[in-house]
């Protein structure tokens, strides 16, 4: 059963910086790509950014120069190093690994973890 953990989350002050870890279980993970989204209240669940297995990267406008994703195939892992947090940032986290191929099937998820950033 793949499992996706993730950890890292918290309260953080605007202008502080949190790292977010996932570990994955049970795929092979260096074949995947991974993903992290995050859900606000009363919000749909949004990308935030991407990562394909030969680290090549992608990241959403409204965090780019702010939030970096990396991966670590060797602990099948992947980060999203969060700085310069606003309130607006304040969601769910939830990390992702993609499946078939495509983000349009539905990815395997981790169960999330909470990001508050206070003003």
């Known amino acids: 059963q793949v499992q996706l953990v993730e950890s890292g989350g918290g309260l953080v002050q605007a202008g502080g910086s949190l790292r977010l870890s996932c570990v994955a279980s049970?795929?092979?993970?260096?074949?995947?790509?991974m993903g992290w989204f995050r859900q606000a209240p009363g919000k749909e669940r949004d990308l935030v950014a991407t990562?394909?297995?030969?680290?090549?990267?992608h990241h959403v406008d409204s965090v780019k120069g702010r939030f970096t994703i990396s991966r670590d195939n060797a602990k099948s892992t992947v980060y999203l190093q969060m700085n310069n947090l606003k309130p607006g940032d304040t969601a769910v986290y939830y990390c992702?690994?993609?499946?078939?191929?495509?983000?349009?099937?539905?990815?395997?998820w981790g169960q999330g973890t909470q990001v508050t950033v206070s003003s």
């Open positions: 992702a690994a993609r499946r078939f191929g495509s983000w349009n099937n539905e990815p395997y």
């Open positions: 990562i394909e297995s030969d680290g090549s990267a």
């Open positions: 049970s795929i092979i993970f260096g074949s995947h790509a």
